[in-house]
């Protein structure tokens, strides 16, 4: 598998081969993507569900995903997508979910441990009365750790997003192993940050509307479930713009003395 060095303006495109392939077939995508909405809410009514949900999103990553190739093969965006990741190179999906999920809790473990105390003390503040002089002296007082323990979460799953951004299709659709599709993965962001970039950059304003639309209602991710029908099909127009299969070469048979015949 060899990873291609694209232009910084591909991050742009990405966006655009979304938006065409989500205008191929729009209520389908909105089904899909509103079924899992659906099922993910009815999910973490049971315990652990948020664990059971970090498992299985490499899963539905590469069902939705799959559809996107039916779309661009001309086939026609069927219900039974969201099943295909349970259906092909299953039990490596779930890897890398499990990957995923440990490195979510080593996330939450570092910003606990650098600002643990300063968001204990600013939940306090606030239970006590948010309007105080108390309260805001401790949240004045907080907020260079709480900025520091944020910085650290960061720097810790930037390299897992990266990792695990194009994983679920390496071993979906091209059969890697789950170790070499982070590596993988995580190169290609590498290689590739000026066009990733720019691809979030232009997701941020939607996101950002989206999710203030979200807290309104309730509901904090609601902003990328808005989005995710833009968003998965463009993930796929990025991953196909920036994995090339490496062609086998067919070698001459050789003859019992080691010459070609």
């Known amino acids: 598998m060899n990873i291609r060095i694209v232009d910084a303006r591909c991050g742009w495109r990405w966006i655009v081969a979304g938006i065409q392939m989500f205008r191929r077939a729009p209520a389908q995508w909105l089904l899909l993507i509103g079924t899992l909405f659906v099922a993910s809410r009815l999910l973490f009514l049971l315990p652990l569900a948020p664990l059971l949900a970090v498992l299985v999103a490499p899963h539905f990553l590469a069902g939705l995903a799959h559809g996107a190739q039916a779309l661009e093969q001309n086939k026609a965006l069927?219900?039974?997508?969201?099943?295909?990741?349970?259906?092909?190179?299953?039990?490596?999906?779930?890897?890398?979910?499990g990957i995923s999920l440990i490195g979510q809790v080593l996330t939450l473990m570092v910003i606990l441990s650098v600002g643990g105390d300063a968001f204990n003390e600013v939940a306090k503040g606030?239970?006590?009365?948010?309007g105080k002089p108390e309260t805001i002296s401790a949240l004045q007082n907080a907020a260079p750790r709480m900025t520091l323990a944020v910085l650290a979460g960061f720097a810790v799953s930037l390299p897992l997003m990266m990792a695990t951004w194009y994983a679920p299709l390496l071993?979906?659709?091209?059969?890697?192993?789950?170790s070499a599709a982070l590596y993988l993965s995580l190169l290609a962001c590498l290689r590739n940050m000026r066009a990733l970039l720019i691809y979030g950059v232009a997701l941020m304003i939607p996101l950002f509307v989206f999710t203030r639309i979200g807290l309104v209602l309730g509901q904090v991710?609601?902003?990328?479930?808005l989005l995710a029908p833009l968003i998965v099909p463009s993930i796929y127009a990025?991953?196909?713009?920036?994995?090339v299969p490496t062609p086998v070469i067919d070698e001459p048979p050789q003859n019992p003395q080691g010459g070609a015949d």
């Open 126 to 130: 606030i239970a006590d009365g948010a």
């Open 221 to 225: 991710d609601l902003g990328l479930w």
């Open 238 to 243: 990025s991953y196909r713009d920036l994995f």
């Open 78 to 97: 069927r219900s039974g997508y969201l099943v295909s990741g349970f259906l092909r190179n299953a039990a490596p999906l779930l890897t890398i979910g």
């Open 171 to 178: 071993v979906f659709f091209d059969g890697i192993k789950p």
